[in-house]
């Protein structure tokens, strides 16, 4: 089993900035395994959208509407990513989720609230 603990989130104004982190864990759980590691937000209403993720090789892939913005980083035992969040606006409110893609299956935190609001 996995765990994913988020932490970060929380209330910027218009042009601030955040950081979302998420650390994975679990008793039998193979940092080996691990294919891809991110975030992805989500808005009442609206489809769960990628943000960001990060592969083992360093690759990174982020959408379109945070490119320029937004910064994935993980740490050297790649059980850790990083989302640093620049120049938010109010289109980046959404709760946003920690992503774990492994060999073995896929896997949610439980999400974290950001909201850009003046």
């Known amino acids: 089993q996995v765990q994913l603990e988020e932490s970060g989130g929380g209330l910027a104004q218009p042009g601030g900035s955040l950081r979302l982190s998420c650390e994975a864990s679990g008793r039998r759980f193979s940092f080996a395994s691990i294919v891809a590691m991110g975030w992805h937000r989500q808005t009442p209403g609206k489809q769960r959208e990628l943000v960001a993720i990060?592969?083992?090789?360093?690759?990174?892939n982020y959408s379109d509407s945070v490119k320029g913005r937004f910064s994935i980083s993980r740490n050297k035992a790649q059980n850790m990513v990083t989302l640093q969040m620049n120049s938010l606006n109010r289109e980046d409110t959404a709760v946003y989720y920690c992503?774990?893609?492994?060999?073995?299956?896929?896997?949610w935190g439980q999400g974290t609230e950001v909201l850009v609001s003046s």
């Open positions: 990060i592969r083992p090789n360093g690759e990174t």
């Open positions: 992503y774990l893609r492994t060999r073995a299956g896929d896997y």
